[in-house]
T-cell receptor
Framework: GAVVSQHPSRVICKSGTSVKIECRSLDFQATTMFWYRQFPKQSLMLMATSNEGSKATYEQGVEKDKFLINHASLTLSTLTVTSAHPEDSSFYIC????????????FGQGTRLTVV | AQSVTQLGSHVSVSEGALVLLRCNYSSSVPPYLFWYVQYPNQGLQLLLKYTSAATLVKGINGFEAEFKKSETSFHLTKPSAHMSDAAEYFCAVSDNAGNMLTFGGGTRLMVKP
């Protein structure tokens, strides 16, 4: 079945540095990918919609200059957390709908970001 | 706008007992509905989905859910709980294939021996 791969699964960084998270669709093309954020013991909240070849669409309250999204190819979207702060520590998950079966959204394994 | 409400943030059942996780949705268009399971520090795995076909949907691991339009519900059930079912469960709605998912708050299922 369709697979979405996310890397890295865990990352620890120092305050003020930037971290890049990759999301790949392994056996299908995804013109659109979604980035979610999940705080401990909470649900997933959509951060932004990543569109191949164009600018991402951010949800209200999400700083586009802080969370940079690049969707340069049909199989790769990246989320860069710039100038990270401890409050950015969270679980980030990407998602894409498979072209093989459009009625299912596949999720990456998630990235646990810890900013110290 | 769409929304999902999961009644009960924590549900505890005994091994072998019926599992019932509740989900109610709000959508202005015919919805696509999903149940996902999440284990600690992992992504989401699809259990089952409703996409306007049969209202009783069977999924993996013995789970099933019934779409009831009149009640705007999509409750998840399993006849007999197993210890390995202990996890976080999310109900989600979308207005169309390919669009964003809106998630409920999640229900943590605990299974007692």
């Amino acid at each position: 079945g369709a697979v979405v791969s996310q890397h890295p699964s865990r990352v620890i960084c120092k305050s003020g540095t930037s971290v890049k998270i990759e999301c790949r669709s392994l056996d299908f093309q995804a013109t659109t990918m979604f980035w979610y954020r999940q705080f401990p013991k909470q649900s997933l909240m959509l951060m932004a919609t990543s569109n191949e070849g164009s600018k991402a669409t951010y949800e209200q309250g999400v700083e586009k200059d802080k969370f940079l999204i690049n969707h340069a190819s049909l199989t790769l979207s990246t989320l860069t957390v710039t100038s990270a702060h401890p409050e950015d520590s969270s679980f980030y998950i990407c998602s894409a709908w498979s072209g093989l079966n459009r009625a299912e959204a596949f999720f990456g394994q998630g990235t646990r970001l810890t900013v110290v | 706008a769409q929304s999902v409400t999961q009644l009960g943030s924590h549900v505890s059942v005994s091994e072998g007992a019926l599992v019932l996780l509740r989900c109610n949705y709000s959508s202005s268009v015919p919805p696509y509905l999903f149940w996902y399971v999440q284990y600690p520090n992992q992504g989401l795995q699809l259990l089952l989905k409703y996409t306007s076909a049969a209202t009783l949907v069977k999924g993996i691991n013995g789970f099933e859910a019934e779409f009831k339009k009149s009640e705007t519900s999509f409750h998840l059930t399993k006849p007999s709980a197993h210890m390995s079912d202990a996890a976080e469960y999310f109900c989600a709605v979308s207005d169309n294939a390919g669009n964003m998912l809106t998630f409920g708050g999640g229900t943590r299922l605990m299974v007692k021996p």
